[in-house]
């Protein structure tokens, strides 16, 4: 199919009525041409079929997940979505799961980041005053970083949370993000709050209570693996439970520069190009710069 070349997709869409409390459908068709996106198809039917259709998107670039929906029984982000990739002629469209209702696609992600900031997704330090007043970095090598890099990729689109079948029916249970998310901070050198945050988890609603279905990792955009996270917060857990980890202090603060008065002179590079030199000096530009430390 060459760029120019659009193809007819018919569009079902379950759409959530705040007004009478039910779910009815819409069907649509938008004419589809090779790279468009399932959030371009929902911007079509608004613009150009039906006005009333209210749906979430922003960046159009897969980083700032908002435009999380089901699609075809999956949870995908709209943006990244493209239409004929999904080699088929009928598209189901339908909000997320777990998550309440708004209007047609639209969910309300409260309940969501509540939960994350139930672990408390900052780092904790016992050094307050340099936490708050800041003179320096906290030193960490590339390997520490390596450690929870990837489940700092996450974009809190609730993809993950939709998908996962131990949140469709315990509502009290964290989530993979919030969890994920607990051990990215417990992974991470600069962090002091190990044994607080592990409190939190160490529970049936916690760490405990995920079945292992591994959904979440299944649909993360970004690629992480929020099973594998709640894996290795359960090896955590149990190390502290049989006494094998001690408390760990935080990464150092990186030492002061020691700035020094620097006065330096540098002459023009060479001249390569011809009558450069003459027109120069028609600038009357000096041939030393001197540059003084900034006060």
């Known amino acids: 199919m060459s760029k120019m070349e659009v193809k007819n997709i018919r569009f079902v869409v379950k759409r959530w009525d705040p007004k009478d409390g039910r779910f009815f ?17 929902l ?12 749906f979430r998107g922003s960046c159009r670039m897969g980083v700032c997940g ?4 089901v699609i075809n029984g999956k949870p995908r982000l709209a943006c990244e979505t493209q239409i004929l990739h999904l080699n088929t002629d009928t598209v189901y469209l339908e909000p997320l799961h777990n998550l309440p209702l708004v209007k047609d696609l639209i969910i309300d992600h409260t309940p969501f980041f509540e939960k994350q900031n139930k672990i408390k997704p900052y780092l904790i330090r016992r050094d307050m005053e340099e936490y708050w007043n800041p003179t320096r970095e906290y030193l960490q090598t590339p390997e520490e970083h390596l ?3 990837q489940f700092t990729y996450c974009l809190t689109c609730a993809l993950c949370y939709a998908a996962c079948p131990t949140t469709a029916t315990n509502p009290d249970f964290l989530g993979p993000q919030a969890l994920m998310n607990t051990y990215r901070f417990i992974a991470d050198s600069r962090d002091e709050g190990r044994l607080e945050r592990i409190a939190i988890i160490d529970n049936p609603d916690g760490c405990w209570g995920c079945h292992l279905a591994g959904a979440c990792s299944e649909v993360c955009p970004k690629g992480v693996d929020p099973a594998l996270a709640i894996q290795l917060l359960r090896r955590e857990v149990a190390k502290i439970a049989f006494g094998y980890v001690e408390p760990v202090e935080g990464a150092k603060v990186a030492p002061s520069l020691q700035l ?6 540098k002459g023009p590079p060479e001249f390569t190009v011809e009558g450069a030199e003459e027109k120069l000096k028609e600038f009357k530009i000096p041939k030393t710069i001197p540059v003084e430390k900034s006060k």
């Open 43 to 54: 911007i079509y039917i608004k613009e150009n079929i039906d006005k009333t259709l209210a």
């Open 147 to 149: 450690r929870y890099m």
């Open 66 to 69: 908002t435009c999380g929906i």
């Open 25 to 41: 459908e819409s069907e649509y068709t938008v004419p589809v041409y090779r790279g468009m996106t399932v959030l371009d198809a």
């Open 260 to 265: 020094t008065e620097k006065r330096i002179t």
